[in-house]
């Protein structure tokens, strides 16, 4: 059995590997669609490892991966006794397979046929509309935190990265939620002293530590959230949401600046306004500039190479 398993590598490498070597001899054009086949192979292995880690299939995965290893390595020992009692195990396994995850399975087909391919693939199809929704989840949760007067500092990462303050806390990598951000500030708890960092449309982490403003000018009634809040915003370019504790009331803390008290409505239109229509916005029309400049580029190779095109057909 171990000899039929190595002979099996050895015609799939002659028949593949070597064969595919001499096509590409033979044909050029072969490396564009042999390569655009490996990124696809790649890409597909990548979806399938994404979507079961973590999953009872990703521990099922690993035992048939040492399984596989183990009959390959009892072949060529020739442990006949193992390598047959593990070659039925294999052969048995796949039957195995489809009657344990079959909910599993069945649910991975059902996506194929729905419009949820994009999430099935973990694919984004449009990231300003997430981006929108997320803020809108802020937004619950901030207004639900502020009738219940429990203080809060959630601070929106936006192109400046702030790694080194989302390494200050406790990572989470967790979707967004108002349920979940409204949990996280619950006096008493481990998570609540500390900000939240909203980053790539994930919740990063909570319990951030940030640098505080010092500055003379800032009223020496706000608490150190809001000092918080204010000291982020200058050294980035965050978005911080702050929940007061005392009163209750929702302030932002922008560009150094804070906008205090303002109502449900006025913080989604702060949001939205900064975090989703002028970041995209401003993006969009960089990339039309860029367009245009190229375009503009071409036209004028293009007049070059008609009027030298004119000057030889003169000269001719």
Not at 86 to 95: A, Q, R
Not at 101 to 122: A, D, H, I, S, Y
Not at 184 to 203: E, M, W
Not at 263 to 275: C, F
């Amino acid at each position: 059995m171990g000899k039929s398993l190595s002979n099996s590598w050895i015609n799939f490498y002659n028949e593949n590997i070597i064969r595919g070597f001499e096509n590409l001899r033979e044909n050029p054009f072969n490396l564009f669609t042999t390569i655009l086949d490996v990124v696809i192979v790649i890409f597909l292995i990548y979806c399938f490892v994404k979507i079961v880690k973590g999953s009872r299939a990703w521990q099922l995965i690993k035992g048939i991966a040492f399984l596989i290893i183990a009959t390959w390595i009892s072949g060529l020992l020739n442990l006949k006794i193992l390598n047959s009692i593990l070659t039925g195990i294999m052969n048995w396994g796949v039957i195995a397979i489809i009657v344990i995850f079959q909910p599993e399975l069945r649910r991975g087909l059902e996506q194929l046929g729905t419009n949820k391919l994009t999430k099935f693939f973990g694919l984004n199809s449009d990231i300003a509309t997430r981006t929108k929704e997320d803020i809108y989840k802020i937004v619950i949760a901030a207004t639900e935190l502020s009738k219940e007067k429990v203080g809060a500092l959630i601070v929106i990462e936006r192109d400046i990265n702030i790694q080194d303050i989302i390494a200050t806390g406790v990572p989470m990598g967790s979707e967004v939620s108002p349920q979940l951000l409204v949990n996280i500030f619950v006096p008493k708890t481990p998570l609540h002293d500390g900000a939240v960092v909203i980053s790539n449309n994930k919740i990063a982490a909570a319990a951030c530590v940030l640098p505080l403003a010092d500055d003379k000018d800032i009223a020496k009634e706000l608490g150190t959230r809001h000092r918080a809040a204010i000291g982020i915003s200058k050294e980035s370019d965050s978005i911080a949401v702050v929940v007061s504790e005392e009163t209750g009331k929702i302030s932002v803390a922008k560009d150094g600046t804070l906008i205090a008290d303002v109502r449900e409505d006025v913080l989604k239109k702060i949001l939205i306004s900064n975090i989703v229509t002028k970041r995209f916005t401003d993006r969009t029309a960089i990339k039309n500039e860029r367009f245009e400049k190229l375009r503009k580029k071409l036209n004028k190779n293009k007049n070059k190479i008609q009027n030298i095109e004119e000057q030889q057909e003169n000269k001719d």
